[in-house]
């Protein structure tokens, strides 16, 4: 059993891939069972889609049609998904969202948001949130950990005459780049551009602009703490 399941996971990564022994057969079982039903939604989904794409339960997705994935596509437990926006969303090959992932491309129907687009092999933890109104682009090999938020617009105040809601957003777009890897409960505000082979710390607050590449970021809000040589 534990060869078979090695053999599909290796298939399906298009990589080496062995589980650790210690794993329960009762274990294994179970996950093959809880794949298969993933594959068979992913299969009925009418989301457009290339390969294998597993969609577990409580899953909701709003304008399927703008909603494109690569082979093996995985959506977690409780994920919601609108992708309603110019450019829609869009997923490389080998994508993972952890539970509970939101995603949402406009926050106003004022003015359609443009939507996000993720490169391949990246995973996005629990929890996850992604406001995507001025465009989110995530590089390939990129690892996000859990409550990490994206904010993608921001709220437009010089005007003490006026309510802030009522002044408009700015909207500038982040880019984050390959090979990054942003720890648990950061924050990404608009505009940010984080470079190549970066790490975020943990809680770091990233606001608005370049962070250069093989940097280690830190704090609120974040700084360089050092290079990665």
């Known amino acids: 059993m534990r060869r078979i399941a090695n053999s599909i996971i290796k298939k399906l990564k298009g990589r080496d891939y062995n589980l650790d022994e210690r ?3 009762s274990y294994l079982i179970q ?13 009925v989904s009418r989301v457009n889609h290339k390969g294998y794409l597993f969609i577990a339960p409580g899953v909701t997705i709003k304008t399927r049609s703008k909603l494109k994935v690569g082979h093996t596509t995985s959506i977690g437990k409780g994920c919601f998904i609108d992708a309603l ?13 952890g539970k509970n ?13 443009k939507g996000i687009k993720v490169g391949n092999n990246v995973g996005l933890g629990a929890d996850n949130f992604f406001g995507c109104a001025a465009g989110i682009e995530i590089g390939d090999d990129t690892i996000i950990g ?26 500038q777009g982040i880019k984050v780049g390959k090979n990054c890897w942003i720890g648990a409960k950061a924050t990404i505000l608009d505009g ?10 943990a809680g770091a607050l990233v606001t608005a602009g370049k962070y250069d590449c093989n940097g280690i970021y830190g704090g609120v809000p974040a700084k360089l703490i ?4």
């Open 31 to 43: 996950l093959i069972f809880s794949r298969t039903m993933m594959a068979i939604r992913g299969g």
């Open 146 to 171: 859990n409550y990490v938020s994206f904010h993608a617009e921001n709220h437009n105040y010089n005007d003490i005459t006026i309510p802030i809601r009522l002044q408009g957003c700015s909207r």
């Open 101 to 113: 992932v939101r995603i949402e491309c406009s926050g106003s129907l004022q003015q359609l948001g």
């Open 85 to 97: 926006s110019t450019d829609g969303v869009i997923f490389g090959n080998n994508v993972s969202m």
């Open 192 to 201: 940010v551009q984080i470079g190549e082979g970066c790490i975020i710390a």
């Open 226 to 229: 050092k290079k990665r040589e």
């Open 23 to 25: 794993i329960p057969l």
